[in-house]
């Protein structure tokens, strides 16, 4: 049974280009969760979200950023026009429902690194 | 200042006890982790405690709550080089538990 899978592990895009992290969750599960992890700093929430549904983006950079979890297929995070700013390791977690009380299961991370 | 603290590095001695500290400051956080994060990989949850409990124990792994002085600490037994890590420690709150503030994280070294 795979845990959460996120592709690619690392990535590295020029300032001004677009970054797309892929997510698939854990079988089963169908509320996603999105944080990013700047260089020495703990995990920040981004995106929370269900099946076609954002839940709550409170934690989105109102530019640039968007996110989505469609019927088929992974989560995406989209990131337009990439700044240096935006190198930082990014996780995407899953949990079966929206309760969440016994902790996440979080996949290894994708690390963008712009240049 | 941030929600959760922690000191952000400790070293330890092979078979000593380390205790990783963490200050949080929302007296409504229902649910507390400890989660470890070893070089290049994703975090993996070690522990949880619910807000009303003192301690929990697991294996080499005791988790202490102060609710009072809003004080989390994580004691392992019998450092093993296979700890060194970074432990991040983590609360949510019950009006929106699905969301995780996390402090900067410990970094552990163990040495022979």
């Known amino acids: 049974n795979a845990g959460v899978m996120q592709n690619p592990r690392h990535l590295v895009r020029r300032r001004g280009q677009e970054a797309r992290l892929r997510c698939s969750p854990v079988?089963?599960?169908?509320?996603v969760y999105w944080y990013r992890q700047l260089p020495e700093e703990g995990l920040k929430f981004m995106v929370y979200?269900?099946?076609?549904?954002?839940?709550?983006e409170s934690g989105m950079p109102k530019e640039r950023f968007s996110a989505e979890f469609p019927k088929e297929g992974p989560s995406i995070l989209r990131i337009q026009q990439v700044v240096r700013g935006d190198s930082a390791a990014y996780f995407c977690?899953?949990?079966?429902?929206?309760?969440?009380?016994?902790?996440?299961?979080f996949g290894s991370g994708t690390r963008l690194t712009v240049v | 200042g941030e929600d959760v603290e922690q000191s952000l590095f400790l070293s330890v001695r092979e078979g000593d006890s380390s205790v990783i500290n963490c200050t949080y400051t929302?007296?409504?956080?229902?649910?507390l982790y400890w989660y470890k994060q070893e070089p290049g990989a994703g975090l993996q949850l070690l522990t949880y405690?619910?807000?009303?409990?003192d301690m929990k124990q697991d294996q080499r792994l005791t988790v202490l709550l102060n609710k009072k002085d809003k004080h989390l600490s994580l004691r392992i037994a019998d450092t093993q080089t296979g700890d060194s890590a970074i432990y991040f420690c983590?609360?949510?709150?019950?009006?929106?538990?699905?969301?995780?503030?996390f402090g900067a994280g410990t970094t552990v070294t163990v040495r022979a």
């Open positions: 983590a609360e949510s709150r019950r009006s929106n538990d699905y969301k995780l503030s």
């Open positions: 977690a899953s949990s079966p429902t929206e309760m969440i009380n016994y902790g996440y299961t």
């Open positions: 405690i619910f807000s009303n409990m």
């Open positions: 979200l269900q099946k076609e549904n954002i839940i709550d």
């Open positions: 929302d007296s409504s956080s229902t649910y």
């Open positions: 079988k089963g599960h169908s509320h």
